[in-house]
């Protein structure tokens, strides 16, 4: 059976100053981590795209989705559970999402920074990750209606990297494009994509609905 719990991250080996490590040590168990994740204002990237490692997510104090899965995963190291994240991808022009993958016992849940009322955070209530994936498709779809989520990729380590995507000063682009390219899973055949009902009127309304404002 698949474990996620390892070794906790040791405040030595994580590069983080006393202040930093307090923050995310006290984000102790999952639902701890969403809600923290809540609480910061959405990072619209006004000034350019971001990839910002988990010190300049807290110093900055916003974050996107792919800062949120960092800061997620960090947390959870520290904690003694593997930094998993997960890479959900779809069809143009509509956006990738990353999450942090966490499990209690043999389920998988996720943690998610977004800004609007759907992607958001999973209870560990799924026995699979396709099938946690699979919990996100109906909510994504573009303005038209067009359900657009095609593929997922395998849980990623970010242990696999060391821990300097946690106080790392570079934009962390390649590291999500490491992410990007990693394997991925296909979820729909051919014939399913074609045969896609759109999305109602009335999910097309609540999914405009944000959290911040921009």
């Known amino acids: 059976m698949f474990s996620t719990r390892v070794k906790p991250l040791d405040f030595k080996k994580s590069g983080l100053n006393e202040?930093?490590?307090?923050?995310?040590?006290?984000?102790?168990?999952?639902?701890?981590?969403?809600?923290?994740?809540?609480?910061l204002p959405f990072n619209f990237e006004e000034r350019g795209e971001t990839h910002c490692s988990v010190r300049y997510a807290l110093k900055r104090g916003k974050a996107h989705c792919f800062e949120g899965a960092l800061l997620a995963a960090a947390a959870l190291w520290i904690s003694g559970r593997q930094p998993l994240i997960l890479d959900l991808v779809t069809l143009r022009p509509d956006f990738d999402h990353v999450v942090a993958l966490f499990k209690e016992d043999r389920y998988w849940g996720a943690i998610s920074k977004t800004n609007h009322a759907v992607l958001r955070y999973r209870e560990p209530v799924y026995e699979s990750v396709r099938e946690l994936v699979m919990s996100y498709f109906h909510e994504y779809f573009l303005l038209d209606g067009k359900k657009t989520l095609r593929s997922f990729s395998r849980p990623f380590d970010l242990s696999t990297k060391g821990a300097t995507w946690i106080t790392s000063k570079e934009n962390l682009a390649s590291l999500a494009q490491t992410l990007d390219r990693s394997e991925h899973i296909r979820i729909l055949s051919p014939k399913q994509a074609r045969n896609l009902r759109k999305a109602d009127k009335i999910e097309i309304q609540t999914g405009k609905m944000v959290e911040y404002k921009k």
């Open 19 to 39: 202040e930093e490590w307090k923050t995310l040590k006290r984000l102790s168990n999952p639902k701890k981590i969403q809600d923290f994740l809540n609480f």
